[in-house]
């Protein structure tokens, strides 16, 4: 009897070395990928099982339960992070599970530039191959509503950056995150801002800030040209910027400004409403968020282009129209 049960406990444990040897075998191993380099994405609070079949599904040959079976006895089952990712062609079990616990994930990258209009962060969004487009079918104020702002109008409330995404990530996660640096932005310079100014609130220096956005050609003259403003609105002089009739024109304007563009009165029109307009007309800058709320102290009532990107300040109409006619700009201010 004791030597039925020697026999026994010795094919036990051959065949346990065996199954051992066979899940370092296939630790080591290299797996087929359907495509290389293989994408995919584990989704937040995936357990390994669950994780395992949404690589499977990516195209990567994985057994199933050997992996499972690996992940549970090097003690990484309940380590998987979420996130996309990326292997290539001679990944092992063992690696693809060392990535997967680390968060080694992928990540893409999009971009929204100083001076774009919403329609454009859209349009940039829309086009990226890497975001999941859950915005693509929604009105601007849905897409407002979904990020907790409802009722507010989207113009000049996200923040021109870089923004890093895991690929398939979903575009309003992208915009709340925009939106959510920008009012951290404003409220960072509301409270850096000078003594008084002619604003009622922040919302009012984001759009002196986006006006000033599309106003500037150089760096350098942005606080100047927040000076200038700032300079009309306490004496109650019209702004008469062209930017900002522009935006009113919205789809109409056809890349020449005239004449008659400045006499037609729209809601943004600033040669024939006094004050600020009604919202921002572009995304600004941290830098043009500076310049509405620390302007440069200046006499200056007046600017023209010189033509190469700077600008010509002037006190007077008359000291005004002598620059105007020296740099031959319709432009200037």
């Not at 990928?33 to 293989?38: H, M, N, T, V």
Request: aromatic share 8%.
């Amino acid at each position: 009897m004791w030597s039925w049960i020697k026999r026994i406990f010795l094919l036990g444990l051959c065949l346990t070395l065996l199954a051992v040897a066979g899940l370092g075998w296939y630790a080591f191993s290299p797996l087929k990928l359907r495509s290389d380099p293989a994408d995919f994405s584990i989704k937040p609070g995936s357990s390994l099982k669950s994780a395992t079949r949404q690589i499977v599904e990516s195209g990567v040959e994985l057994n199933a339960w050997r992996f499972n079976l690996l992940g549970r006895l090097l003690g990484k089952a309940g380590t998987i992070k979420a996130g996309s990712y990326e292997v290539g062609g001679g990944i092992t079990p063992l690696a693809l599970l060392d990535k997967l616990t680390a968060g080694e994930v992928t990540q893409a990258e999009v971009v929204f530039i100083e001076g774009w209009t919403f329609r454009q962060m859209r349009a940039a969004l829309n086009a990226d191959p890497g975001v999941r487009h859950d915005s693509a079918a929604l009105s601007d104020a849905q897409i407002m509503a979904q990020l907790g702002a409802i009722g507010q109008n989207p113009e000049g409330l996200f923040f021109p950056d870089t923004y890093l995404y895991g690929k398939g990530a979903s575009d309003l996660d992208i915009l709340r995150r925009a939106y959510k640096a920008m009012d951290r932005q404003l409220q960072a310079a509301w409270q850096q801002r000078a003594p008084d100014l002619p604003y009622s609130n922040p919302y009012e220096a984001l759009i002196m800030a986006s006006v000033i956005e599309k106003e500037t050609g150089q760096a350098t003259d942005r606080a100047l040209v927040g000076g200038v403003f700032v300079n009309r609105l306490r004496i109650g002089m019209m702004l008469q910027t062209d930017p900002s009739v522009i935006y009113g024109l919205g789809e109409k304007f056809d890349g020449n400004l005239r004449k008659k563009d400045l006499l037609a009165d729209t809601p943004h029109n600033t040669y024939t409403r006094a004050g600020l307009p009604p919202t921002p007309i572009a995304m600004p800058g941290q830098a043009s968020l500076a310049a509405a709320l620390n302007p440069a102290k200046t006499p200056a009532l007046y600017f023209v282009a010189r033509g190469d990107g700077s600008s010509e300040f002037s006190r007077t109409l008359a000291e005004h129209e002598r620059a105007v006619a020296k740099y031959q700009r319709r432009g200037g201010r």
